[in-house]
């Protein structure tokens, strides 16, 4: 049985638990320049640089990891949100972006494995790659609207290094995430492709949007609709929303792309919005219980935390869904469903 149909099956069975934020577990444990650096020599500061404790400090990822499978969560991502060159050239660490994606995901896999063995449940590996602080779509430059500061084939190649990375060291799935630009996403999606047919087998697709306002609405404009219409096409395991919001805010938009969704649907929000001094104040039990409608109305298959979540919201979540039925997955249709920054449906 492949990855996806694996995931799959388990999915038809109970709502699936993913884990939570790195970022902010990492941030409590107080780490200091010199945890961050190791003995590496590289020729910046690495503080804040979460992704190269795959090299300094394995022992955090590995304990958070750890902590969120004690949870309860059936996937785990990799903490390789900024692991690509583009993030890593703020930290002159661009030549170990391999090194990071690949260390990153044995480790993820290792701690999957250990579970999955002591239960016999299975557990998967999801491959973080996050939209990099550039965009396609817009113009860093109000003064020349048609400025960019990459392309798109330069982009591609950017993911593909870090895809390829994240398949080599054992993840099961590619997780494209915190989509504040579609055409990012696409260029995500291309370098996935581009990998499958180098390596001869399906690498499944997690997408998952995020918006910058209640509208629903991504930066480069598509509504949670015409993002799902642009990028179908690409035959994702999973599609969700993540970041952006709490569970509160993000509800109508799960409840939209519950609807027209015909393949698994993973949500993990904010705990919360974050207070004046930008710190995360909603508990587990409150995470839980918001989350919790939405498993009761059938709307949602994988659930899981972003910014603000510990595994204490984790195993809360997981908890409040245990009993529940999954969301089945709708059949699709044979409309043609187009999008600009709106959906565009041809009724047969």
């Known amino acids: 049985m492949t990855p996806r149909e694996k995931l799959q099956a388990e999915a038809a ?185 180098e390596l001869g087998h399906d690498v499944p697709i997690m997408l998952s949007m995020t918006l910058t306002d209640l509208s629903g609405r991504n930066l480069s404009g598509h509504t949670v609709e015409a993002f799902w219409y642009t990028v179908r096409h690409a035959n994702p395991v999973t599609i969700g929303l993540n970041c952006s919001f709490g569970a509160e805010q993000l509800r109508p938009h799960v409840q939209m792309l519950s609807k027209i969704a015909d393949c698994l649907l993973m949500a993990y929000p904010n705990a919360g919005l974050p207070n004046e001094l930008g710190e995360y104040d909603e508990l587990p039990a409150t995470t839980a219980s918001l989350v919790r409608e939405w498993a009761e109305n059938g709307q949602v298959n994988i659930l899981g935390g972003c910014c603000g979540s510990s595994p204490d919201h984790i195993a809360a979540i997981a908890d409040a869904v245990e009993d529940l039925t999954p969301r089945k997955v709708p059949v699709r249709d044979t409309q043609m469903r187009l999008a600009g920054l709106e959906p565009f449906t041809i009724a047969a």
């Open 13 to 197: 069975k109970r709502v699936l638990i993913s884990d939570g934020a790195f970022g902010t577990q990492i941030q409590n444990r107080k780490l200091s320049e010199e945890d961050y650096a190791g003995d590496l020599g590289l020729k910046a500061d690495q503080k804040g640089n979460n992704d190269i404790l795959a090299l300094t400090r394995p022992d955090v990822i590995e304990d958070i990891t750890r902590a969120y499978l004690d949870a309860g969560s059936d996937v785990i991502a990799t903490n390789t949100f900024s692991g690509n060159v583009i993030s890593q050239a703020d930290y002159a660490a661009e030549a170990l972006v391999r090194e990071i994606n690949v260390e990153s995901g044995i480790i993820a896999r290792n701690l999957a494995d250990e579970f999955e063995e002591m239960d016999g449940r299975p557990r998967f590996v999801a491959g973080a790659i996050g939209p990099t602080n550039k965009t396609l779509s817009l113009s860093p430059d109000v003064e020349d609207p048609g400025f960019r500061e990459i392309d798109f084939d330069y982009l591609t190649s950017v993911y593909h290094e870090q895809a390829a990375a994240l398949i080599e060291g054992g993840c099961d799935f590619i997780l494209i995430e915190t989509i504040f630009d579609t055409l990012n996403a696409k260029a995500g999606i291309m370098a996935v492709k581009q990998l499958e047919r």
